[in-house]
């Protein structure tokens, strides 16, 4: 799935596409479409099929090269993808460009930018190409009932899902053995990992040596909500085009308060200076000074190489409610593509055949079931593997869709939560406060 730049500190905008969103520039683009020739026909030129996407490092890069090379010997003679792969900081700019300058690419892959292209009218409708491929909506083989937040204006598909991520909950089994614990497993709660933390943590005089706990992704906005969606919260009236911001709701305000009590209070985990001392340039789970962690699915490749043994589980319960975040990763089509039949093309089999590469290449988690599943995909994967991917199903997605996202995170969200976990406010004013700035930014609309 992405980098953890890509999606989990979801996504500083570049200057670029904030200054052509703000003026117009790129709904300006969205000329009506000429009639186009089928591409792909019989006797018809190749297809060229212009692509990007993110680089990711040398390995995930790799296998999408090395993607998009099968799909085109799979294809030859009728459509060649020209995959081309640039850093975080040139993509979503690089692409904002391209629409400026009215020669978008065909296909990129998406991520929270791609929705306001969604809102200047930049993507292409890409249902009647889903219709047209049935096999994308088995039920037996896709989380469909996971869909419906991708259908932009309630109907419609703008962008094809391949894959997902999935919040996780990481233990060092090494710790838990040494002090007598069990493995937390689909039933494991807060209560229990409150009481493992407090028989986990060691120090030497006032210095804390080895913590239990570490909230790792539980800092972020997206990873608080998961357990307010588990105390019966919601951040946002809604993820798409939300219309109120309700962070001052008890069980929101709980459910912050609860995690700045875990640093502050109980001091049951570390603050960010107490990590970084502790395990300086480095996550404490990895230096293995921390037994426990929320992170995304996204860690696991980064753990592979630790020096003890490890596993992963679903999130704990509140009481005996679970609600992860989850994630998908896919590809949306432009609306002026030169070449959208072939496009499509090269995402369904993305989403189809290519499945299985997938799962063996562990870059990201397949959609399709068969590979999900496969022994592939659970080869080298730690203990508790199984029961996290199920916890899928339990999920809600963890982003939230508006054509102001960035100004909600960068203006009301950002600075508050970092003021919550230095404990300079408490979790009410820090709800209170975002909720102000949060909802003048919605009242703006569009």
Request: contains cysteine; hydrophobic residues 45%; charged residues 20%.
């Amino acid at each position: 799935m992405f980098t953890p730049l890509s999606r989990r500190e979801f996504l500083k905008s570049t200057a670029a596409s904030a200054m052509l969103l703000a003026t117009g520039s790129l709904a300006s683009c969205a000329a009506p479409l000429a009639p186009t020739a089928q591409d792909g026909a019989p006797g018809a030129a190749v297809q060229v099929v212009r692509a990007l996407m993110w680089s990711n490092g040398p390995i995930i890069d790799d296998n999408f090269k090395k993607r998009a090379a099968d799909f085109n010997e799979l294809h030859k003679g009728a459509i060649e993808v020209n995959l081309q792969l640039l850093p975080w900081d040139q993509y979503w700019s690089k692409i904002d460009l391209s629409y400026a300058a009215r020669d978008p690419y065909d296909i990129y892959f998406w991520d929270i930018q791609a929705y306001g292209h969604y809102r200047a009218g930049l993507l292409r409708n890409l249902q009647p190409f889903v219709d047209a491929a049935p096999e994308l909506m088995d039920p037996e083989q896709y989380p469909v009932a996971l869909y419906d937040v991708w259908r932009f204006d309630g109907e419609n598909f703008y962008a094809l899902p391949e894959n997902f991520q999935i919040l996780a909950f990481y233990y060092n089994k090494d710790l838990l053995d040494q002090a007598g614990l069990p493995y937390p497993d689909e039933n494991y709660t807060w209560d229990a990992l409150i009481e493992a933390s407090k028989r986990l943590k060691q120090g030497e005089g006032d210095q804390v040596t080895q913590w239990g706990f570490d909230l790792g992704d539980l800092h972020a906005w997206w990873g608080a909500q998961t357990l307010a969606w588990a105390m019966g919260g919601a951040f946002f009236d809604r993820i798409v085009e939300p219309t109120r911001m309700q962070m001052s709701d008890p069980p929101n305000v709980q459910a912050l308060q609860f995690l700045q009590d875990l640093l502050w209070k109980d001091n049951l985990a570390p603050t960010f200076s107490q990590a970084e001392f502790l395990a300086p340039g480095t996550s404490l789970f990895q230096a293995g000074k921390a037994a426990m962690l929320v992170a995304g699915s996204w860690s696991l490749s980064g753990y592979k190489d630790v020096a003890f043994n490890w596993g992963i589980a679903p999130l704990p319960k509140w009481i005996d409610t679970r609600v992860p975040a989850f994630w998908f990763g896919g590809w949306v089509i432009t609306r002026d593509s030169k070449a959208p039949e072939s496009a499509f093309e090269f995402a369904r089999w993305s989403a189809t055949d290519y499945q299985q590469t997938m799962a063996v290449n562990h870059d990201w988690i397949p959609l399709r079931k068969e590979a999900r599943e496969s022994g592939a995909m659970f080869e080298g994967m730690p203990d508790g593997f199984d029961i996290t991917l199920a916890s899928i199903f339990e999920a809600r997605l963890g982003d939230v869709y508006h054509s102001r996202s960035q100004e909600l995170l960068n203006e009301a969200i950002f600075p508050n939560l970092e003021q919550l976990w230095a404990n300079k406010i408490t979790a009410a004013q820090a709800a209170a406060q975002m909720d102000e700035k949060g909802n003048q930014i919605l009242q703006k609309g569009a």
